[in-house]
Structures are given as structure tokens and as C-alpha cells.
């Protein structure tokens, strides 16, 4: 991520944007597995954070091909295909860390922890503009 956001924000989406996609990946993780062992489980399911880092970690790694990012004019495409990719992925992963027996459980635990990431990761970024200083 940071590597292919290097052409659209500069040396700050290098370091950025790899500190953004780690932070982002670990909050998913732990989201998805409280989530999914505490507000949603079933009754065979048992995961615990180790397991649900290593599926979702394995789910992550289509980012990798964002690197084509530094294509001049592929950035958003890249970032929109790996980003379904990912979330695919992501709901395989948490279906079988948890055990799961349909994928409808699994999605809604991806989206509930998808939206929640998203809102804290905007919250943030706000938080870190409003402390730049400007110009």
C-alpha cells in the first residue's frame, strides 16, 4: 500500500500508507474476532486471536499487487480490485477461523468490523490533519 500510494501523495503515502494498511489489517482482525466470538458466535465456535491474525493475515495478502499502483493512472483501480479481493478473502477466513457453518455470518461479521475500522480509521485521519501544521 505504501509503496503504490507513493505516486499520488508523495514520500508520505510511502510511510503512510504501510503504517495505514498495518493499522488497518490489525484493527479488522481484532474487530472481526470479537465480533465474531462474542456478539455473533455459534455454538462450535472457538478461535483465539493468534488464529484469527494468521487466516486474516493469509485474506491481506492480495494488497501486495497494490504496488502497480505506481503505474501512473492505475491507483484507484488497483486499490477498488484488491480492495473486493481482500474482502473475499477476509470472509473465507473469518467463515473458517470461527468455525462458522453458512458464509452469511461470516459476511456480517466482515461488514460489522469493516465499517467500524473505516469510521475509526476517518476519525483518525481527521485527528492527525488537525494536528499538521499548515501549509
Known amino acids: 500500500m505504501g509503496v503504490g500510494s507513493y505516486t499520488e501523495v ?18 479488522w482482525a481484532l474487530l472481526t474476532y470479537w465480533i465474531g466470538t462474542s456478539l455473533l458466535p455459534e455454538p ?25 499502483g505506481l503505474v501512473p493512472g492505475l491507483w484507484g483501480l488497483v486499490v477498488f480490485g484488491t480492495g473486493i479481493w481482500m474482502l473475499v478473502a477476509m470472509v473465507i477466513a473469518v467463515r473458517q477461523a470461527l468455525d462458522y457453518r453458512g458464509t452469511l455470518r461470516a459476511f456480517g ?3 460489522i468490523g469493516w465499517t467500524i475500522q473505516w469510521v475509526a480509521l476517518f476519525f483518525l485521519y481527521g485527528m492527525s490533519r488537525s494536528l499538521l501544521p499548515e501549509g
Open 109 to 111: 461479521v466482515c461488514a
Open 44 to 68: 462450535q465456535t472457538q478461535a483465539d486471536l493468534g488464529q484469527m491474525l494468521r487466516t486474516t493475515g493469509f485474506s491481506s495478502s492480495p494488497g501486495v499487487l497494490r504496488v502497480l
Open 10 to 27: 508523495g514520500m508520505g503515502g510511502l510511510i503512510g500508507g504501510a503504517v495505514v494498511a498495518l493499522a488497518g489489517w490489525f484493527l
